[in-house]
């Protein structure tokens, strides 16, 4: 049950592009289509904001992306804004009604 | 409207203990797993333990397991976390969150979070 590795921090300018990699193993992330992401602001609960690692819920601009490639899954923010300045993690489904979380990368918006 | 509200937080003392609460309202609660995410003082998201909908099915993470125990009251629309052996590392907010489907596939409905805080 080790947590799923993501980098500290990434930032872009308004209007770029930033990816966030999400690394585990053959028992989370590769063994399962089921990679969420969440974004969290400050004092805020979690926001899902992709499952099942590329579909969106309602209402989640399609800036956001998510991939997955073995053991490792991505999203990406295009046309980065002021307010997708947040903390965000993702999560893989592990079995038996278990999760495990991803370290959390905080995104800046120059 | 969709919704789950914790309570039951509050300060103890090493090796006490605390029961959390969380009561769902706005969808049919016996019909999706639901999961207790707890995060300390500047750190990240960790998953504490899961339940499947009919509770009969409980999962822990390792840091937990022994401790903690996670039960659901399907007539009463509500999920609980009873915290045994609380340690300082205990101390977090702690969410209840919704699966998005029956199971996995993400949790789509968080609460606002409870704090507990372990300290003498």
């Known amino acids: 049950q080790s947590a799923l590795t993501q980098p500290r921090s990434v930032s872009g300018s308004p209007g770029q592009s930033v990816t966030i990699s999400c690394t585990g193993t053959s028992s989370d992330v590769g063994g399962y289509n089921y990679v969420s992401w969440y974004q969290q602001h400050p004092g805020k609960a979690p926001k899902l904001m992709i499952y099942d690692v590329n579909k969106r819920p309602s209402g989640v601009p399609d800036r956001f992306s998510g991939s997955k490639s073995g053991n490792t899954a991505s999203l990406t923010i295009s046309g980065l804004q002021a307010e997708d300045e947040a903390d965000y993690y993702c999560c893989s489904y592990a079995g038996s009604y278990s999760y495990v979380f991803g370290t959390g990368t905080k995104v800046t918006v120059l | 409207e969709v919704q789950l509200l914790e309570s039951g937080g509050g300060l103890v003392q090493p090796g006490g203990s605390l029961r959390l609460s969380c009561a769902a309202s706005?969808?049919?609660?016996?019909?999706?797993?639901v999961s207790w995410v707890r995060q300390a003082p500047g750190k990240g998201l960790e998953w504490v333990s899961g339940i499947s909908g009919s509770g009969g099915t409980t999962h822990y993470a390792d840091s937990v397991k022994g401790r903690f125990t996670i039960s659901r009251d399907n007539s009463k629309n509500t999920l609980y976390l009873q915290m045994n052996s609380l340690r300082a590392e205990d101390t977090a907010v702690y969410y209840c969150?919704?699966?998005?489907?029956?199971?996995?596939?993400?949790?789509?409905?968080w609460g606002q979070g409870t704090t507990v805080t372990v300290s003498s």
């Open positions: 969150a919704k699966d998005r489907v029956a199971v996995a596939g993400g949790m789509d409905v």
């Open positions: 706005g969808f049919t609660f016996r019909s999706y797993a």
